[in-house]
């Protein structure tokens, strides 16, 4: 039976002046039997990495790199968020449980509209039985405002294990490559016995320097991802291991992020 999987960073529900989005409706029409979950926000009143579960009868692990706040209650113009927002940093999401917030980001805090507390999440959702679920934590990187950790989930396939791998990289300017070097030998030990493996994240890095680093995994689609309204950059991927075929992988048109969605059918041809 083909797994049909998908990436998909989803900015917390909020664009960046603090509108929701309908990012659960977005990823429930993936129809996906795994989707690797970024930016999921986890609060007292959404989770909305539970809420895909929810709707697609599927089961969720989830771990926090951050917490802060979102806002809720913005307006703007039909734009996505502010021009240059990404330079400027955009007004729906804060955190600041690594590093405060200089002034400049604080005021902009202080001005936004409902602004909600809460934890900034990698998760995994699938409809497969699970199996055994672990968190492999990355070091620390001074710059960056999050911890970064890879979260592990092993499910059952007709096949046998099948074993899934969740991550929201550092930016380049922050040192990722190095974490990437740190996640390709802890790959190799995890991947080691030759279980078939998918990885799929928001890596914050393009195809090219992420091929070279994995070696050994193949990646399942490319295409432009960021921005999701006039994208110019992959930076969100699927890669497979081990007995694994690639059916077929495209970039969707889904634009409640800003990020599009990576999707992929495979072949798992067991251990």
């Known amino acids: 039976m083909p797994v049909r999987v998908a990436t998909f960073n989803v900015h917390a529900g909020v ?20 989707l690797f979950l970024q930016e999921a926000w986890r609060s007292d009143t959404v989770d909305l990495a539970a809420a895909i579960a929810d709707a697609t009868r599927g089961t969720v692990h989830a771990v926090a790199l951050a917490t802060g706040q979102r806002a809720t209650g913005g307006t703007g113009p039909a734009a996505w968020g502010p021009r240059f927002g990404v330079l400027r940093a955009d007004r729906g999401l804060f955190l600041d449980s690594t590093r405060p917030l200089d002034s ?48 592990m989930v092993t499910v059952e396939h007709e096949t046998g294990p099948l074993r899934l791998f ?14 990437y070097r740190e ?22 890095c393009w195809g090219p320097p992420l091929r070279a680093l994995l070696g050994g995994w193949q990646q399942a689609g490319r295409g432009r991802t ?10 969100d991927h699927l890669f497979v291991h081990g007995p694994v075929s690639v059916v077929g992988a495209t970039v969707e048109d889904v634009r409640a992020s800003d990020h599009r969605p990576v999707t992929a059918t495979l072949a798992i041809r067991g251990s």
């Open 166 to 179: 969740a991550l929201h990289g550092a930016h380049l300017g922050h040192g990722s490559i190095g974490q």
């Open 226 to 235: 960021w921005p999701s309204w006039r994208p110019h950059s992959q930076i």
């Open 104 to 151: 400049r980001r604080a005021a902009v805090r202080a001005a936004a509209p409902g602004l909600e507390p809460g934890e900034w999440c990698i998760a995994i959702v699938t409809s497969l039985p699970v199996l055994a679920s672990d968190v492999v934590e990355l070091r620390h990187l001074a710059k960056d405002r999050a911890r970064r950790a890879l979260l």
């Open 183 to 204: 996640l390709a030998r802890d790959l190799g030990v995890l991947c080691a016995d030759g279980t078939p493996a998918i990885l799929g994240g928001d890596f914050n």
């Open 15 to 34: 664009d960046g002046w603090g509108r929701e989005t309908p990012v659960v409706e977005a990823a429930t029409s993936l129809a996906t039997d795994v």
